[in-house]
Antibody
Framework: VQLLESGGAVVQPGGSLRLSCSAS????????IHWVRQRPGKGLEWVSL????????YYGDSVRGRFTISRDNRKNSLYLHMNSLRPEDSALYFC???????????WGQGTLVTVSS | SYVLSQPPSVSVAPGQTANIICGGS??????VHWYQQKPGQAPLLVVY???DRPSGIPERFSGSNSGITATLTISRVEVGDEADYYC????????????FGGGTKLTVL
């Protein structure tokens, strides 16, 4: 099982960014995939989830209405569309696999987002 | 919303036992998962569903959960166990059910 994030960058406040997570080594559409972030020097914060079939999504309070999670099961890929970015969105963003309601059993290495003017 | 509380730090000498606690309302009714994170690395699942270990995790790592406290126990602590440890639950009663504790820094003296 491998998860590989990409797309992190330096972006100005109010800007947009799309993160990607490429998966391999398992049947991608059998699993819900999450985004979890970690601000510099801080703890883990759950961001968003999408179900295996893409029909169900959840968002954390701090990103709801600004971020959109999506997936393309034909490409074994997960995305996070981030709009109206704020300095407090600066973090290392991980994608992680978890059975519904279960533990995050595999994680990517993360991609860094910096929101700064 | 549901809150998980962890002490910021725990210190233990090599060879001793470390107990890292995670507090939450009726946490004993939920499944608790524990992650280890070393500097510059992604989190690693070390205990799931309160007390089960993923393949490859040493038996020195164990967990328990009852009442208002879940505990990660690391026996015969090694220098390589120094890391941040996070507890996590799934609280189906909210619309953002995946919740992490604030993390505990384990220092091996």
């Amino acid at each position: 099982v491998q998860l590989l994030e990409s797309g992190g960058a330096v972006v100005q406040p109010g800007g947009s960014l799309r993160l990607s997570c490429s998966a391999s080594g398992f049947t991608f559409d059998n699993y819900a995939i999450h985004w979890v972030r970690q601000r510099p020097g801080k703890g883990l914060e759950w961001v968003s989830l999408i179900s295996g079939d893409g029909r169900t999504t959840y968002y954390g309070d701090s990103v709801r209405g600004r971020f959109t999670i999506s997936r393309d099961n034909r490409k074994n890929s997960l995305y996070l569309h981030m709009n109206s970015l704020r300095p407090e969105d600066s973090a290392l963003y991980f994608c992680a696999r978890a059975p519904w309601g279960g533990a995050f059993d595999y994680w990517g290495q993360g991609t860094l987002v910096t929101v700064s003017s | 919303s549901y809150v998980l509380s962890q002490p910021p730090s725990v210190s233990v000498a090599p060879g001793q036992t470390a107990n890292i606690i995670c507090g939450g309302s009726n946490i004993g009714t939920k499944s608790v998962h524990w992650y280890q994170q070393k500097p510059g690395q992604a989190p690693l699942l070390v205990v799931y569903d309160d007390s089960d270990r993923p393949s490859g995790i040493p038996e020195r790592f164990s967990g328990s959960n009852s009442g208002i406290t879940a505990t990660l126990t690391i026996s015969r602590v090694e220098v390589g166990d120094e890391a941040d440890y996070y507890c996590q639950v799934w609280d189906r009663s909210t619309d953002h059910p995946w919740i992490f504790g604030g993390g505990t820094k384990l220092t091996v003296l």
